[in-house]
């Protein structure tokens, strides 16, 4: 039964950080036109679908036979649009989203399979760095953070 719920928060924060990236990818790609980051981007959002097709351990069908969407009582539990907010606002609240979840994913694996959680980790520190990158040459500053 707590496999199932390891199950389910793998899912969860896999499906997490692909969105959170696929948004920073779209943002970069059309408003800040940056074909660098946008494959970079890119290529960590694959990377996370990678690593657990590279497990040995789980697969992406267990991981889809776990989720249990109906009873899931906080699934909208964080959906408050801000007035106010811009396309910055959005990128940054989403690459936030990425890097936590990455950071779950991480912890997670560290039961299941070691190597993994250290390529989770690597996407994540990877990450950063894109991070950084993007809001240094776009100049992106959240008025949230």
Known sequence: MVEDKLLQIIDANLNRTREGLRVCEDIVRFALQDKNATKALKTVRHGATNLVLK???????????????????????DFTPKSGMNISDIFMSNIERVKESLRVLEECFKIIDAKISRGYRKLR?????IE????????LVSRNG
């Open 55 to 77: 497990s040995k351990k789980i697969s992406l069908t267990e991981l889809l036979s776990e989720r249990d969407i109906a009873s899931d009582k906080t699934k909208f539990i």
């Open 125 to 129: 520190f990877d990450t950063y760095a």
């Open 132 to 139: 950084k990158n993007i809001v240094e040459k776009a100049r």
